[in-house]
């Protein structure tokens, strides 16, 4: 009997979706199976998700799930002990390409009022920032602010760790998460990554040693996928765990980001290992920094080529559900940041009394570019309503800013 209900739940959620119901009832295919005793979710996650090619690699079922069923292999979700599903329908519940985030969920983030929205998510204020150490300038990617607040509160107690992405000695564009519990630990996070990097897979290490309270860095996906977790109407001790003990996320933003075969093709094109490119950055063009100092500017046309799938799933750009927004947008040596939570201004003006941060006002262009990205992103069907990965590339269309439905089923 188990094995037939992920299929009629499936059948179920299907209906909802390409019913036309409010997003916000999506969730009732498999919330309302709770009072029955719930269902191996798991399968509804792979067959609807997973297998479908929509998963955004955000790990949420990954470190929600209180059995251990998954594990995370090339930046999704696998099914490696099935029979350890306790049918909690948590993993189903907490990803954000099954689900939009529920109808309430920005009341219960705690935004800062006055409410502002002007096309990059609801905010209350916003500025630029840079450290005012030189070092710490040339060390980080765009002006060091969230480097500064994370070290910041490590020294103060008001976080005891931060999950954070940091990268190979040999290749460092691939990234990988890590739990930074001391300043010396954010210093060897510091800068992008523009290939994916799967922070908050850190977070089950976090829950093991009860590093409380934590910070969460990550791009949107990841954002939404924490947030979902903390939120989830489904209760359990470990989504309680998250609710109680993630105290700032704090959202990076992101266009897409680029396979590892990318940076691969820039070290061949250049005759170098990959250990010799120091840094990409992506300023309306691809700047990249190699050993020495010397620099090379790409094309971001071509560069988008290998841009990774998962981000054809994805409609967040500037972090829409996170305590704070922090990018470059364009700009050097520059932290753009958008406070949207009272948690998020608490954390910011913590850091601003110390004098380690100067800051200036944000001007119109960098506003309307960031109001640009984030419309290109959100201008899109959600994740759910999309052709599959196999379908969009048969159709050939793979813009991850837009979606024109040519040839979609």
């Known amino acids: 009997m188990d094995s037939q209900r992920p299929d009629e739940i499936r059948a179920r959620y299907r209906s909802l ?14 919330r309302s199976e709770i009072n029955r005793g719930g269902f ?20 949420a079922c990954v470190t929600v799930c209180p059995t251990d069923v998954f594990d995370y292999v090339d930046e999704v979700p696998k099914d490696t002990r099935h029979e350890a599903c306790v049918h909690c329908v948590l993993c189903a519940d907490v990803c954000p390409s099954l689900r939009p985030p529920d109808p309430d969920a920005s009341d219960v983030i705690g935004l800062r009022a006055p409410v502002r929205d002007d096309g990059y998510g609801p905010y209350n204020y ?15 990617q765009d002006g060091g602010f969230t480097t500064e607040l994370l070290i910041h509160l490590l020294r103060t107690g008001d976080i005891q760790g931060a999950v954070l992405g940091d990268t190979y000695e040999d290749n460092p564009q691939q990234g990988f998460h890590k739990l930074a519990t001391t300043p010396e630990d954010v210093m060897s996070c510091v800068g992008s990554r523009y290939t994916y990097s799967p922070n908050t897979v850190a977070l089950n290490e976090a829950m093991q040693k009860d590093v409380k309270p934590i910070a969460v860095v990550g791009v949107p996906c990841q954002v939404n996928g924490v947030r979902q977790q903390q939120h989830s109407s489904i209760r359990m001790e ?12 704090i959202g990076l933003y992101c266009s897409e980001a680029f396979t590892f075969e990318s ?20 300023k309306g063009k691809v700047i990249v920094r190699f050993k020495g100092g ?9 560069y988008q080529r290998y841009a990774r799938p998962a981000c054809l799933y994805c409609q ?13 947008i364009g700009l050097m040596d520059w932290t753009y940041v958008v406070v949207r939570t009272e948690a998020g201004h608490r954390a910011t003006q913590s850091l601003l009394q ?56």
């Open 17 to 30: 979706v390409d019913g036309g119901a409010d997003e916000g009832d999506w969730a009732y295919a498999w």
């Open 40 to 59: 191996k979710a798991v399968d509804l996650l792979m067959r609807e998700i997973v297998d479908q090619g929509k998963c955004v690699g955000c790990a």
């Open 126 to 140: 916003e500025f630029l920032a840079r450290s005012v150490k030189n070092d710490m300038v040339k060390a980080t």
């Open 238 to 249: 470990i989504n309680r765990w998250y609710r109680s003990n993630v105290s700032l996320v």
């Open 263 to 282: 940076v691969s093709s820039i070290a061949e094109d250049y005759k170098v290992p990959l250990s010799d490119i120091e840094n990409i950055n992506i």
């Open 294 to 302: 010397k620099e090379e500017v790409l094309s971001l046309k071509d």
């Open 316 to 328: 967040d750009y500037a972090g829409d559900q996170a305590d704070i927004g922090v990018g470059g």
């Open 354 to 409: 110390t004098g380690l941060i100067e800051t200036m006002e944000v001007p119109e262009k960098a506003k309307k570019l960031l109001a640009r990205l984030s419309k290109q992103k959100a201008n899109k069907p959600r994740p759910a309503q999309l052709p599959s990965l196999a379908e969009r590339i048969e159709s050939g269309d793979l813009d991850p800013k837009n979606f024109q439905g040519k040839g979609a089923a």
